[in-house]
């Protein structure tokens, strides 16, 4: 009888201990198109408090892949944070095409609400196309609503869709004014501090200084040469050279000149501080949410490509905003009161040029001329037959309408269209609607592929590429394939409730809202891989 009793209060003791075990504040970091590589690349450049900080401290996977393809912006937000996939929480681009209007559709674009913070239309943006909830929703949901969940970012898709439906604000720049704006769907007005912070004219103030390089040009030897042919440029007329003159650059661009440097960073830091102390994140009993996503290493990516001094130095200052960002964190809500994770929206593949050059075979596939081929093709075949709708994200939308009234079966046509793609130089595999729907062969593009279909949003064939080749122009480059050098990326979890140490067990990347959920003390993302991550 007294082993009985001390048995249901040790019980007790543990489920008491459960219900209160929690941080203060989760906050997830996304870095857009962060290779995995770049942390061993410049390791012995980062300062002690950044990067080398999370992982010393930290749970640090180094094995993590996204487990579907396009490897995009907005999927990899949506994802991270779903914890599905495209198939399952809709996102399957950033842009898509619609049957229903015979367009694209932006996948946060919502002209039923308006814009807050500035006169155009760029605030006109909610998570409406999004599925399934978020990890900004399951922590809102653990607590009745009472907690915060808010997202920031330079984009508006990547601060809109990690903070949820029912998230309280989401906040991004507005590239004609320079100010941080958001959209009716959160909100009337902008909150006072927000107007003060945007009085202040951040960007204005620090272009002032030019993009110089961290280090002394000789000490960049993890990248190729400055001025590089395979790069673009941010002045145009101007070569891609230190400095670079940003308020020039403004003056041509806009600010999304601006964003396309490291200040970039240093203004989502700035602002993502604001938000913690004005908005009281972490100060109360109820767990709070912050999603925060550098959107600049993306724009200075396309344009300078994964082997560039741009990128490289990119990285040396974006590991000093970690820093400021951490010390913020530990300073108002407290060592040891947060849990976080920095992970990446997806990778990037290097600049087929730069690859070409050096006995790498790759090359350019002009997406135009491959549709417009492939409409002759079946012209050829099927004569008047207006078979195909549109061909994006290499994905080919078959008019059905036109298959109907033609009286032709989908089958063949489908079959001639993965035939051509098959024998396109530059192609390697073409899967459709039956391939998709079947028992798979387990190739990797396949079964990224079928992850990344979604029956209602997507196209009836889905074109591969050969490792290395894209859809891009000349100079810089992209991502979206199923290859490594797009999928694989760091993770990295760092605070309350974390272990350190490390694992190189393959990891997808829709593991990390259920490992946080569980991590926290809180129920899942509706839709969410079952899968945590565990920490060994």
């Not at 008491?16 to 290779?35: E, H, N, T």
């Not at 814009?115 to 990890?135: E, F, I």
């Not at 098959?422 to 387990?442: F, R």
């Amino acid at each position: 009888m007294r082993s009985l009793l001390i048995l249901v209060v040790l019980q007790l003791s543990f489920f008491a201990g459960v219900s209160q075990g929690q941080p203060k504040l989760i906050v997830g970091i996304v870095v857009d198109q962060m290779r995995q590589d770049y942390l061993y690349r410049y390791w012995d450049k980062f300062e002690d408090d950044g990067f080398k900080r999370l992982i010393n401290n930290g749970y640090y996977c180094r094995n993590v892949h996204f487990n579907y393809i396009p490897t995009y912006t907005a999927p990899g937000h949506a994802s991270i944070f779903t914890g599905t996939t495209p198939m399952v929480n809709g996102i399957i681009s950033n842009y898509w095409y619609d049957r229903d209007v015979d367009g694209n559709l932006y996948c946060v674009g919502d002209d039923n609400v308006n814009s807050v913070g500035t006169d155009n239309a760029n605030g006109k943006m909610s998570p409406h196309r999004l599925l399934t909830t978020t990890l900004g929703d399951a922590v809102r949901q653990s607590n009745q609503f009472k907690g915060k969940s808010i997202g920031v970012s330079i984009k508006d898709r990547a601060a809109i869709l990690p903070a949820g439906h029912s998230a309280n604000a989401a906040y991004w720049m507005d590239y004609q004014s320079g100010n941080m704006i958001t959209s009716t769907y959160y909100m009337t007005d902008l909150p006072k501090w927000v107007k003060s912070f945007n009085a202040k004219k951040i960007p204005d103030e620090l272009v002032k200084m030019n993009w110089e390089l961290s280090l002394a040009p000789e000490l960049y030897i993890e990248s190729t040469a400055d001025n590089s042919p395979y790069e673009k440029a941010l002045i145009e007329g101007r070569d891609p050279i230190f400095p670079y003159d940003v308020k020039q650059s403004i003056a041509q661009r806009g600010y999304y000149a601006f964003a396309s440097t490291p200040y970039g960073n240093t203004y989502v830091r700035k602002f993502a501080e604001d938000v913690i102390i004005n908005e009281d994140l972490g100060q109360d009993d109820h767990l709070d949410f912050l999603s925060i996503s550098f959107s600049s290493p993306d724009m200075i990516g396309h344009s300078y490509g994964p082997q560039s001094m741009e990128i490289e130095d990119t990285y040396l200052k974006l590991d000093k905003e970690i820093a400021l960002l951490l010390k913020a964190l530990d300073q108002r809500v407290g060592v040891g009161n947060y849990s976080l994770f920095l992970t990446a929206d997806h990778a990037a593949a290097p600049i087929p040029k730069y690859m070409s050059d050096n006995k790498i075979p790759v090359d350019y596939i002009d997406d135009e001329k491959f549709e417009t081929e492939l409409k002759a093709e079946l012209e050829l075949l099927f004569p008047s037959a207006l078979l195909i709708s549109n061909y994006s994200n290499q994905q080919v939308f078959v008019n059905h309408e036109e298959l109907d009234k033609k009286g032709l079966e989908s089958k063949k046509v489908h079959a001639v269209i993965k035939n051509f793609a098959l024998n396109y130089p530059g192609v390697s595999n073409a899967l459709d609607i039956k391939d998709l729907q079947h028992p798979l062969p387990p190739d990797q593009f396949s079964k990224l592929a079928a992850q990344g279909w979604n029956p209602q949003r997507s196209g009836d064939i889905i074109i591969q590429y050969l490792p290395g080749w894209m859809e891009y122009e000349g100079k810089g480059t992209t991502h979206g394939s199923s290859y490594a050098y797009d999928t694989h990326v760091p993770l990295i979890f760092f605070g309350w409730g974390v272990t350190k140490g490390e694992t190189i067990e393959e990891i997808q990347i829709t593991q990390i809202a259920p490992t946080m959920s569980i991590l926290c003390r809180i129920g899942f993302p509706d839709a969410s891989s079952h899968a945590p991550i565990i920490f060994k």
